[in-house]
C-alpha cells in the first residue's frame, strides 16, 4: 500500500520506519523544513516506562485548584476564554478517580515496556548500523530521587504498581545515590534517597528521529518536509487525499501523528480527539568541560524538574502549563529548574550557555494515545502521546502498522484502540 503519514515528530517518523519495514511505500508530510522540529525536539528524552503515572490522579483536582492561586508551581492551570480547554479539562477530572488512575496507569505502563523493547529491535536490527542512528543514548537507568523520608516512602508504595507489571526497581540510601553517580555529591544532604529504574533510558529524541527519517529516505520513502497540510478529501467513508500548500497528496491508507495538531485536523472531518496542549519548558546545557555532569538521567520528584545527559550535553525539563498554543517563553521561566540543578550539579555544566525552549505535550485525559479507525475506514489515529510520547512512540508505531496490516499486536491494545 501506499500509506501517507501526517507529521513528523517522533511518532510520524517511527510510524513510517514500521510501516515501510513491513513493505508499504510511505510519504511523510511535515510542514517544518526538518522533521522532530516540534514537541520531538526538546523533551527530557526519558525512554522512561517507570515514568508511566497518568497526571490524572486523585490527587489532581485539588493540584489544579491551587495552581490557580499560587505561583511558582510545577503546574500552572490559567483560566481562559477557550472552550475547549473547559471540556477537556472536565473530560481530564472524570479520570481522576483511584480505580481509573490505576487501569489507565497500568495500561500506560504496558504501552510504555512494549515501546522500550520495540525501540531496542529499532536500534540493534542488523541492517541498521550504530552510526547511522546515534543519538546520545545512556542505559544507565533514571533516578527518582526524593527530599524526605516520608515522600520517598510514598514514592516507593507508589511505585509497587508498576512493579506489579513487571518494572524493575531498586531502593538506593543517599550514599548509594552518590555512589551510583558521584556528580549528585554536592547535593547529598538533600536527598533522602531514590528509586533508580535500572531499566529506564535517556537519548536525545531529535537526533533519534532525524536518523530515522533519513534511514526510511534512503530507503526509498518520502520524508516532505516543508509541505504544510491544510485538510483532509474524503469521500463517503474514505479519506482521497491531504491538501497540502503544494498539492494534493493520495494513498491508500492515512496515519494521522500531527501531536497537538491533530486535534484540529480530526474536527474538520467529524472525529472528535480531546487532545489540549500542556507546555513544558527545557533547557539544553553544554557540559563544557565542567568536571561533574550527571552520569545519568534523573528526576526530583519534589521539584517535578527531570535531567538527561546527552552526550556532551545536559537537557533539563519543568512545568506543565495550560497556555493554549502559545510557545513563547522568557528568561524568567527557566530561572527555578535552572537553579535546581545547578544546585544539584554545581560543576555539571556550564550554565551561562543554556539554550531555552518551550513545547507543547499533546495530552489527553487519560494520558493514553488514541489509535485505530473511526468513522473513516482509512484513516489511522497514532497521535495523543502526552508526557511520554518519546517512550510511547515505537511501540505505538508497530501497533499501527500492525492494526494496518490486520495483524493483532504484540500487546493486548483493549482499552487502547478506538
Ligand atoms: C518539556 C517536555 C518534556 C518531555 N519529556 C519527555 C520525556 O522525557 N520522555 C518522553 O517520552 N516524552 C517526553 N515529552 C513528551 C514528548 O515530547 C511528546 O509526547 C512527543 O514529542 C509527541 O510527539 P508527536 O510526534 O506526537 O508530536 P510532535 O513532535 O509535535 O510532532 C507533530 C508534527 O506534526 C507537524 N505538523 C503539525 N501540523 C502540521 C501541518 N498542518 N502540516 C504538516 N505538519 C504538521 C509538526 O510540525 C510536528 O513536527 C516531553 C514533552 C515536553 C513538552
Avoid at 477537556?88 to 510504555?112: G, I, M, P, V, Y
Avoid at 533522602?192 to 527519517?213: M, N, Q, S, V, Y
Amino acid at each position: 500500500m501506499r500509506i501517507i503519514v501526517l507529521g513528523g515528530g517522533v511518532v510520524g517518523v517511527t510510524t513510517a520506519y514500521q510501516l515501510q519495514k513491513d513493505g508499504h511505500e510511505v510519504v511523510l508530510l511535515e510542514k517544518n523544513p526538518q522533521v522532530a522540529d516540534e514537541t520531538s525536539w526538546g523533551n527530557a528524552g526519558m525512554i522512561a516506562p517507570g515514568h508511566s503515572f497518568v497526571w490524572s490522579s486523585p490527587k489532581a483536582p485539588m493540584i489544579l485548584l491551587k495552581s490557580l492561586f499560587l505561583k511558582d508551581q510545577a503546574l500552572r492551570f490559567r483560566l481562559s476564554a477557550d472552550p475547549r480547554l473547559y471540556a477537556w479539562s472536565w473530560r481530564f477530572l472524570l479520570e481522576c478517580t483511584a480505580d481509573k488512575a490505576k487501569r489507565n496507569t497500568l495500561l500506560k505502563h504496558r504501552l510504555a515496556a512494549y515501546s522500550q523493547a520495540v525501540l531496542r529491535e529499532v536500534i540493534g536490527a542488523e541492517d541498521i548500523a550504530r552510526e547511522d542512528l546515534a543519538y546520545d543514548r545512556n542505559d544507565r537507568g533514571i533516578l527518582y530521587f526524593h527530599r524526605s523520608q516520608q515522600a520517598l516512602d510514598a514514592g516507593i508504595a507508589n511505585m509497587r504498581l508498576l512493579e506489579s507489571d513487571g518494572q524493575l526497581i531498586k531502593v538506593l540510601d543517599r550514599d548509594e545515590v552518590v555512589a551510583l553517580d558521584p556528580a549528585l555529591g554536592h547535593a547529598r544532604e538533600k536527598i533522602a534517597g531514590a528509586i533508580w529504574c535500572p531499566t529506564d533510558e535517556t537519548g536525545d529524541p531529535a537526533k533519534f528521529t532525524r536518523a530515522l527519517a533519513a534511514i526510511v529516505a534512503r530507503r526509498g520513502g518520502e520524508i516532505r518536509t516543508g509541505t504544510a497540510i491544510v485538510g483532509l478529501e474524503t469521500s463517503g467513508d474514505a479519506v482521497t487525499g491531504v491538501r497540502t500548500g503544494a498539492g494534493t497528496v493520495k494513498g491508500d491508507a492515512y496515519v494521522l501523528a500531527m501531536g497537538t495538531a491533530s486535534a484540529g485536523l480530526a474536527r474538520t472531518v467529524g472525529i472528535a480527539l480531546p487532545i489540549y496542549p500542556i507546555k513544558g519548558y527545557s533547557l539544553t546545557i553544554p557540559i563544557g568541560g565542567q568536571p561533574r555532569p550527571p552520569a545519568l538521567g534523573s528526576v526530583d520528584e519534589h521539584n517535578l524538574v527531570a535531567i538527561s545527559r546527552f552526550g556532551d550535553r545536559i537537557r533539563v525539563t519543568a512545568t506543565a502549563e495550560f497556555a493554549g498554543y502559545d510557545k513563547s517563553h522568557t528568561p524568567s521561566d527557566f530561572a527555578f529548574m535552572k537553579r535546581v540543578t545547578q544546585e544539584l550539579y554545581p560543576e555539571g555544566a556550564d550554565y551561562g550557555r543554556a539554550e531555552m525552549w518551550a513545547g507543547l505535550r499533546p495530552m489527553t485525559p487519560t494520558n493514553l494515545p488514541f489509535f485505530g479507525r473511526r468513522h473513516l475506514g482509512n484513516l489511522y489515529l497514532n497521535t495523543g502521546h502526552g508526557h511520554i510520547g518519546w517512550t510511547m512512540s515505537h511501540g505505538s508505531a508497530r501497533i499501527t502498522a500492525d492494526l494496518i496490516a490486520g495483524r493483532a499486536p504484540a500487546i493486548p491494545v483493549d482499552g487502547l484502540v478506538a
